[in-house]
C-alpha cells in the first residue's frame, strides 16, 4: 500500500475539524440546557481517558494503522473480525455525516431538492479528496482552518450585542444528572469518533507525538464546541434553542450590524460544510484503507469511487426523514458507538500492553542466556 505521510501540525489540524464535524450545525446536548458549558466540560475530562489508550495503542506501534495492529495483536482470523467491525464504524458514520449536512441544506436552504441531490454531489467531492490523499487533505485544512477559527470568532463578537447572560441561569437548576446524560452524549458524539484515526496515525511523521495530536486536538475542537453552543444559549435562549433543529445556525441569522451586514449566515453554513467534508473524507479513507487491507488490495484508492457511491446511498435510506436522524442521534447512537469507541480499543490495548511486555521478558531472558554461553567462550 502507499505510504503518506502527514505533520503533526497537519494531523492536529484535521482531527480537530473532524471533532467539530456535524456538531457545528446539529449543537450539543438538550437535556443539560443552560449548562451545556459544564457537560462539555466533563465530556473532555472523559475523552482524555480514552484518548491515553488510542495514543498508547499507536505509540506502541509507531508507523502502523490500526488494521496492520489488529492482524498483530489477533491473528490473521480474528484481526479480520475486529477489522470488520472498524469497517462498519467508519462506513457508517461517513453515511452519518453526509444525511445530516444533507437535511441542514434541505431544511435550512433548499427545501425542495431531494437528499439524493445533495449527497451525490458531496460524495464526488469527498472521493476526489480521498483518490488525492489524506496528505492533500491536510495541507489543505492547513491553510482554511484558521479562517475557520477566524470566522467562528468574528461571529461571535458580532453577535455580543444580542447576548443575554440571565440566559445561563441558574447554574445546575435540574441538579447534575442531566449534565452527566449529556455529558455522556458528547463523548460518544463528536469527541470519542476520533477511534476512526487509528487507522491514520500509522501516518503520522517520525518525532511526532500521537498524544499531543490527540490532546491538543481535544483542547480546540472542545474550546470551539463550548463558544458556539453558548452563543446559541446567550442569543437564542434554552426555549429558542430547543426548538431549533440548528441552533448554532440559527443564531447567526438574526445577526444585523445597521444595513450592510446582514444574512452572515450563508458565509457561516459554507464555513461548517468545511467541517462535514473533512470528517467524511476521513471517514472513507478509514473505509477504503480497511477494505484494502482485508481483500490485500495494494492500492486504496481504486475502492474511493464504489464505497463512496455505497455511502451516499447508505445515507439516503439510513431514516425515513430528519425527525427519525434526530432521534436515533440522541437516543440510539450513544449506546451503539460503546463498543467501537471503548470496548474494542481498550481490548485491543490490554493485549497490546500484554503481548508488548511479554515479548519484552522473552529478549530479556534470551539476552541472558546467549551472555550466560558466550562467557566460557570469551574466559578460554
Not at 462539555?40 to 499507536?58: D, H, K, N, P, W
Request: glycine share 6%; hydrophobic share 50%; net charge positive.
Amino acid at each position: 500500500m502507499e505510504k503518506e505521510v502527514i505533520s503533526q501540525k497537519q494531523a492536529i489540524i484535521i482531527m480537530s475539524t473532524f471533532i467539530i464535524g456535524s456538531t457545528a450545525i446539529l449543537g450539543i446536548g438538550t437535556h443539560a440546557k443552560q449548562d451545556i458549558w459544564i457537560a462539555t466540560i466533563i465530556a473532555m475530562v472523559m475523552t482524555s481517558l480514552i484518548f491515553a489508550v488510542y495514543g498508547r495503542i499507536s505509540s506502541l506501534f509507531p508507523g502502523k494503522s490500526i488494521y496492520e495492529i489488529l492482524d498483530l495483536l489477533f491473528g490473521k482470523v480474528f484481526g479480520k473480525v475486529f477489522l470488520l467491525f472498524f469497517v462498519f464504524y467508519s462506513f457508517t458514520l461517513g453515511a452519518l455525516v453526509i444525511r445530516d449536512f444533507g437535511e441542514f441544506v434541505k431544511i435550512a436552504s433548499l427545501p425542495e431538492t431531494p437528499l439524493c441531490i445533495f449527497a451525490f454531489f458531496a460524495v464526488v467531492l469527498i472521493i476526489w479528496a480521498v483518490r488525492e490523499g489524506i496528505e492533500l487533505l491536510g495541507r489543505f485544512l492547513a491553510i482554511f482552518f484558521p479562517i475557520y477559527v477566524f470566522m467562528i470568532s468574528i461571529v461571535t463578537l458580532l453577535s455580543i450585542p444580542l447576548f443575554d447572560f440571565s440566559n445561563l441561569k441558574p447554574v445546575l437548576y435540574d441538579g447534575l444528572n442531566p449534565v452527566l446524560t449529556d455529558s455522556f452524549g458528547i463523548f460518544t458524539f463528536p469527541f470519542a469518533e476520533v477511534v476512526v484515526f487509528l487507522c491514520l496515525m500509522g501516518s503520522l511523521r517520525k518525532n511526532s507525538s500521537v498524544y499531543k495530536v490527540y490532546y491538543n486536538s481535544l483542547l480546540i475542537s472542545g474550546t470551539l464546541l463550548i463558544i458556539i453552543a453558548l452563543r446559541s444559549i446567550l442569543v437564542l435562549g434554552m426555549p429558542g434553542r430547543l426548538i431549533q433543529n440548528f441552533p448554532p445556525y440559527a443564531s447567526t441569522r438574526i445577526i444585523r450590524i445597521g444595513a450592510f451586514l446582514q444574512r452572515i449566515e450563508a458565509s457561516i453554513a459554507i464555513i461548517f460544510m468545511l467541517s462535514g467534508f473533512t470528517k467524511t473524507t476521513v471517514c472513507l479513507y478509514a473505509t477504503t484503507k480497511g477494505i484494502a487491507h482485508l481483500f490485500n488490495i495494494k492500492g486504496y484508492r481504486k475502492l474511493a469511487a464504489p464505497l463512496g457511491i455505497l455511502t451516499a446511498l447508505y445515507s439516503l435510506i439510513m431514516y425515513e426523514d430528519a425527525a427519525k436522524m434526530f432521534e436515533w442521534t440522541s437516543k440510539i447512537y450513544p449506546y451503539y458507538a460503546i463498543p467501537h469507541q471503548i470496548i474494542f480499543p481498550t481490548l485491543a490495548w490490554i493485549v497490546a500492553e500484554v503481548k508488548t511486555r511479554t515479548s519484552k521478558k522473552n529478549n530479556a531472558i534470551k539476552a541472558e542466556e546467549t551472555d550466560s554461553t558466550a562467557l566460557p567462550e570469551s574466559h578460554n
